[in-house]
């Protein structure tokens, strides 16, 4: 929904979502990010990027980067591939790559058919183009072989 409205012009609606959800996110100094606030924040910072605030999404995307360290990137409350995320958010494409690389080596399946197919910022046009058409072979570690 997020996406949609930053489209249709209206980054401002998309700000009181997490305005009345994640009200710690948008704190000068953003809360403390925790399992349940991480993936919103990074969402956020491409909100903000959109909105023209890339210093607040910096700030954001770096906080979520320190705290996604101190945690596994497998399991229920893993962080998945948030890393790969807040990479194409900064720019860091080979980066990215190969952190996706990483991750499906080290097993990641979770939601995976969203993320490369529908996830804002992995869909983006800087970075599809990179991972462009992957093999999806969920019960093999040979995910993104085709990823050149």
Request: aromatic share 10%.
């Amino acid at each position: 929904m997020q996406a949609q409205l930053v489209e249709a012009g209206h980054a401002e609606e998309a700000l009181d979502l997490y305005r009345g959800h994640f009200p710690e996110l948008l704190e000068p100094i953003p809360g403390e990010f925790n399992r349940s606030n991480f993936q919103a924040a990074v969402n956020l910072a491409g909100l903000m990027q959109a909105s023209g605030r890339p210093a607040t999404a910096d700030q954001l995307l770096n906080g979520v980067d320190r705290y996604i360290q101190s945690i596994p990137r497998l399991g229920l409350f893993g962080y998945g591939i948030e890393d790969v995320r807040i990479q194409v958010l900064q720019g860091e494409l080979e980066q990215a790559l190969a952190s996706l690389r990483t991750a499906v080596n080290s097993n990641w399946r979770y939601f995976w058919r969203y993320y490369l197919d529908h996830d804002p910022v992995l869909t983006s046009k800087e970075f599809r183009p990179i991972h462009g058409p992957c093999s999806y072979h969920i019960g093999s570690s040979r995910l993104i072989s085709t990823i050149s």
